[in-house]
């Protein structure tokens, strides 16, 4: 139950956090809006980091493999596709479409085992559901 709770927190700060994002690129610069993006998450990270957990950072020295470092720049790069999708398409759409994207990707990770995930059956059932899900989008836009 606490899970369910965590992601639907999680799907409304992220569309709300997009739309504050766009907004500021309004006045500044998709980058200068995105590096300021990141710079404030990284405080808050920090403090977080010195009030709750004090675990050291070499243990990063540790993971294996290299490449799932990765996550901060691709976060950078989810801010920026995130704020142009909500400039082009507004909130609605591009939320719609990127929660899409981030089901179809998620399933094929777990069903091809990608990065460490432990590999699942096809289940057609969730297939369907994305199916739904996907025509969901095209009844929305139509107009």
């Known amino acids: 139950m606490i899970g369910l709770l965590i992601a639907l927190i999680s799907g409304a700060l992220m ?9 500021v690129t309004k006045s500044s610069s998709i980058w200068v809006a995105n590096t300021f993006v990141q710079f404030t998450a990284l405080l808050v990270c920090l403090g977080a980091w010195i009030i709750a957990d004090r675990s ?3 243990a990063l020295l540790r993971i294996e493999p290299k490449y799932m470092l990765l996550g901060g720049a691709i976060g950078a790069f989810i801010t920026y596709t995130v704020i142009k999708s909500m400039a082009l398409l507004g909130p609605a759409r591009a939320v719609m479409l990127i929660v899409i994207a981030q089901l179809i990707i998620a399933y094929v990770i777990e069903l091809l085992g990608w ?4 590999k699942q059956p096809l289940e057609w059932r969730k297939v369907i559901g994305m199916l739904i899900a996907i ?3 095209i009844i929305f836009k139509w107009k």
């Open 15 to 23: 569309s709300i956090q997009g739309v504050f994002n766009t907004q």
């Open 115 to 118: 990065f460490g995930i432990e």
């Open 135 to 137: 025509v969901g989008i």
């Open 56 to 58: 050291s950072f070499t």
